[in-house]
């Protein structure tokens, strides 16, 4: 966002950094505590059992990280987006409708992290 002037030292490995690491981690995880991505991050970074206060009540593996959205919308397609807000914010495509737009490039399951989208070959391609 903002330009750099001149030389810059970045400290990524600080207590600081890792501990704000551990803390996405951790809210990640009681999200979606069934991925595999995250349950290897949990070991790597220590991180504790699940906090009960803050697990979702919903079993896919989805994070809601909008990475999947940014990817189809970067590629003009713009077939997914979100509906809701906090727990219950989901990622659906527009008016929860099978997108007209959908190209099948499979770029929305490429980027996601947790393997929450799943690409199914039906057809014959040209």
Known sequence: MYPVRG???IFTDTER??????SVIRLHLNRCPQAEVLQSLA????????DERFVAEHDDLCI?????VRACEAL???CLGFAGRGWD?????PFNEPPVGCLGCASCAEVCPTGAIKVREEG???
């Open 76 to 78: 003009g397609n713009n």
């Open 43 to 50: 070991r790597e970074y220590n991180i504790e059992p699940l």
């Open 89 to 93: 914010r989901i990622i659906v495509p």
């Open 17 to 22: 950094v890792m501990d704000a690491r551990r």
């Open 124 to 126: 014959e391609y040209l």
């Open 7 to 9: 030389p810059m030292e």
């Open 64 to 68: 809601r990280c909008g990475r999947c």
